[in-house]
């Protein structure tokens, strides 16, 4: 009927014309539109920094997060966008923190005794993934970085190493080195002897492998090896902990690893 014509005639559509069309949409419907035919899903995929996700990430980023360079070691405007996708949740985290106009970057308030955390939007239960977090304030006395399932608890009472806490999360203190899961410390990280302690604004790099079941780290260019085997089969978030009054934490999605 009616709608073939308007497919046969969209087929024909120069790529130039099919990506100023596609420059108007917002993400739900591009996808849908990938899934027309080979010519639209290569206008769309051909070019990460086409006009088509310029403009969708002009649109959905914030100017602060496109001007500065958190997003520096994200390169394609595509991989800006799937950085927003991924950040942390404005509603899956503690009362006591609130996500930056940037939206990447999570403040805590100034709470006394309370440890408090967020998950981001996104979780994982396939494929490998990788993201970036570094703290931009204090790290106080307990600064977790790590993983969690949707049922593990983002606020509780005292100054203590909320992820890592219980059966549903798995953490690494930046202040003491060590591997938090179940609420028993296993073993300190990374494995040798004086490790270097965390730097304010240094960028630990996270790699969760949903096929081998492992998360690993890796600081500046650096692997520090496989922290946590043997995780579940279960859909597995990024997250933080942090207990200083008005520190702030930055994360960022940077899509598969790169191997090597």
Not at 151 to 157: I, L
Request: charged share 20%; glycine share 12%; hydrophobic share 40%.
């Amino acid at each position: 009927g009616g709608g073939g014509a308007v497919g046969g005639a969209g087929w024909r559509l120069p790529g130039r014309v099919l990506e100023l069309v596609f420059s108007y949409l917002e993400l739900r419907e591009l996808r849908s539109c990938a899934l027309v035919c080979r010519l639209w899903h290569h206008v769309l995929h051909g070019d990460e920094n086409s006009e088509v996700w310029r403009s969708l990430a002009a649109r959905s980023l914030a100017e602060e997060a496109l001007r500065t360079d958190i997003l520096c070691n994200v390169p394609t405007y595509r991989g800006k966008v799937r950085a927003f996708q991924h950040a942390f949740s404005t509603n899956d985290c503690s009362r006591n923190v609130y996500i930056k106009k940037n939206g990447f970057t999570l403040h805590r308030n100034p709470i006394a005794q309370s440890t408090d955390g967020a998950r981001t939007k996104i979780g994982f239960s396939e494929g490998r993934h990788a993201w970036e977090v570094w703290w931009e304030g204090p790290l106080g006395t307990v600064a977790v970085i790590g993983i969690a399932t949707k049922r593990a608890p983002m606020q509780c009472q005292g100054y203590v190493a909320l992820l890592g806490s219980d059966d549903q999360s798995w953490g690494w203190n930046l202040v003491d080195n060590n591997l938090l899961h179940n609420g028993e410390v296993n073993g300190s990280f990374p494995q040798c002897n004086n490790a270097p302690k965390y730097q304010i604004g240094e960028r630990i790099r996270v790699i969760l492998d949903m096929e081998d079941k492992t998360l690993a780290f890796e600081r500046g260019y650096e692997f520090l090896g496989v922290a946590f085997r043997g995780l579940p089969k279960a859909c597995l978030y990024p997250a933080v902990s942090a207990v200083y009054g008005n520190t702030e934490v930055t994360l960022v999605y940077l899509g598969k690893p790169l191997d090597g």
